[in-house]
């Protein structure tokens, strides 16, 4: 992996710390299974779900909304497709 997308996706990861553990435990699980494989437009689509507040973000992982979107749709079906707690709400 190259600096600059090792830099990149660092920079991912810490915008993935985020205050619910709900959305901690999702994002840990979300690096483990796609670190490795995640490219450019997933990258782009999972920086747009990272600028949303805490609880709207845990609004569409848990599936208490829907966005029109559709790269953030398909970044949000990855994240809940791996989550134990997504589709508890």
């Known amino acids: ?17 985020r205050a619910l553990l709900e959305l ?10 796609y670190e490795e494989t995640l490219d450019a437009q997933g990258e782009a689509a999972l920086e747009s779900l990272l600028e949303l507040e805490d609880h ?24 809940r497709e791996i989550s134990p707690i997504a589709n508890f709400e």
């Not at 992996?1 to 710390?17: F, G, T, V």
């Not at 901690?24 to 299974?33: C, Q, S």
């Not at 208490?64 to 994240?79: F, K, S, W």
């Open 24 to 33: 901690d435990l999702v994002f840990d699980r979300f690096w483990e299974r």
């Open 56 to 79: 709207d973000l845990w609004a569409l992982v848990s599936g208490r909304e829907i966005t029109g979107d559709p790269r953030m749709a398909a970044m949000i079906e990855r994240l």
């Open 1 to 17: 992996m190259s600096e600059d997308r090792r830099a990149r996706i660092n920079r991912l990861k810490w915008h993935c710390r």
